[in-house]
């Protein structure tokens, strides 16, 4: 049961489970089965499983389930599921509840490989689905109808941070019955209000951020009871999405330390984006937390925060992006996010290299912009670090 603790006591206690021995570090259960006493005690647990009895790994686990356990205490959902990506859990979360004929809308600013799983997979098996701009209210209210059984997006779109108003989305979505679904990786579990803001069902690539520490993939989703264990779980155990007892347990370790990696990065964040804003080789710095932003108070009101990406459009185009990406020291160039250590993207030639020139320009994914997830290191040496590299331009 979820207590009345704070964030950063769930995030540390919140769903532990400890064997007889009584081990503080949370226990690593690296098994793939699990023994019975009796034949009978096993035909039971396959009838109904209790809270505290597992089966095969696939299914679930104790490490598992310590994690499934602490982010929906965090999220402020009744439930999660662990899976093995992030992509598995944005697949999952839409095809478990899914079949031919069925509506989907979806914001159309949306990481690439979730734009393939909505354009690709699902109307492959006979989902009818529409985009719509994100951030347009109206276009939401004209596309949703009686017939959507779900709709999805990115509570901040990746790369460009444009965000969907989740509160007013899902009065749209809950009025013709459907199901709120919301990837919510840029906004990250601390920032994070979509539950209390109307989400259904929230998806994370816990690489992000939960690591946070470039050690292993990994995918949750967070929702009801019911949705989970009713609906996601079915489709997930069978179709072997689950994560590893190893990713849950580095997992668990990284939630210790989320809300202050992810308050130090947005911090670092805010400061990069105010110094980058006054640099004339820059056309556009985007950053929620910034006032030049479009949804700036959205933003705040949302999250509360700016979040910990920075998003640039550096003059000259993919040359010169090129050159500054190369002649970075302490950023590297890599293509995640959320990580400790600060990270440089080119979406266009990269995380987004698969869209058409066209889709690319209507997303706002330039050739000289470039995506910057802020780590821990020291803004001052990391905006010393970007000055350099801009100068190589």
């Known amino acids: 049961m979820t207590k009345d603790w704070k964030t950063r006591t769930k995030l540390v206690h919140e769903g532990s489970r400890r064997s007889q021995y009584g081990e503080m570090a949370e226990a690593i259960f690296l098994t793939q089965g ?28 104790p490490t598992t389930r310590m994690f499934e356990e602490r982010i929906a205490a965090l999220e402020g959902t009744e439930d999660a599921f662990a899976t093995a990506s992030g992509m598995a859990a944005v697949n999952g ?46 276009q939401w209210r004209a596309a949703v ?42 906004a990250t579990p601390v920032f994070s209000r979509a539950v209390a803001q109307g989400a259904d069902v929230v998806v994370y690539s816990t690489t992000k951020h939960i690591d946070g520490q470039g050690r292993a993939l990994g995918g949750v989703i967070c929702g009801t009871k ?11 155990k069978h179709t072997g999405a689950a994560m590893s007892p190893f990713t849950a347990w580095i997992m668990l370790n990284g939630m210790a330390t989320l809300d202050l990696r992810c308050r130090a990065m947005a911090d670092s964040a805010k400061k990069i984006a105010e110094v980058l804003s006054t640099d004339a080789r820059i056309s556009k710095v985007i950053f929620p ?28 185009g993919k040359d010169a992006a090129f050159k500054f990406c190369n002649a970075l020291e302490i950023v590297k160039i890599s293509n995640n996010l959320g990580d400790a250590k600060t990270i440089a993207t080119h979406p266009a030639t990269t995380t987004h290299q698969r869209l058409p020139q066209p889709q690319k320009d209507a997303l706002g994914i330039t050739p000289g912009l470039i995506r910057l997830s802020v780590g821990l290191e020291d803004a001052d040496d990391l905006i010393a670090d970007l000055q350099n590299a801009l100068s190589a331009i």
């Open 226 to 236: 019911d949705f989970i264990r009713k609906v996601a779980e079915p489709y997930l």
């Open 93 to 138: 979360a839409l095809t478990a509840m899914l079949r031919a004929g069925d509506h989907v809308v979806s914001s159309k600013a949306l990481f690439g490989s979730c734009l393939y799983i909505l354009e690709e997979v699902l109307t492959r098996y006979g989902v009818n689905v529409t985009f719509v701009d994100g951030a347009d209210l109206d």
């Open 145 to 186: 109808t009686p017939a959507t059984k779900a709709v999805f997006f990115e509570s901040m779109s990746n790369p460009t941070l444009e965000l969907v108003d989740i509160t007013e989305v899902a009065k749209i979505a809950h009025a013709a019955g459907a199901l709120v679904i919301v990837d919510n990786v840029f």
């Open 289 to 316: 937390g910034l006032s030049s932003h479009p949804q700036h108070a959205l933003a705040m009101a949302q999250m509360g925060s700016g979040g910990t990406i920075v998003t640039f459009d550096i003059k000259g």
């Open 34 to 61: 699990f023994a019975y006493p009796t034949a009978e005690a096993a035909e039971q647990r396959f009838i109904k499983a209790g809270d505290d009895e597992f089966i095969y790994a696939r299914y679930g686990n």
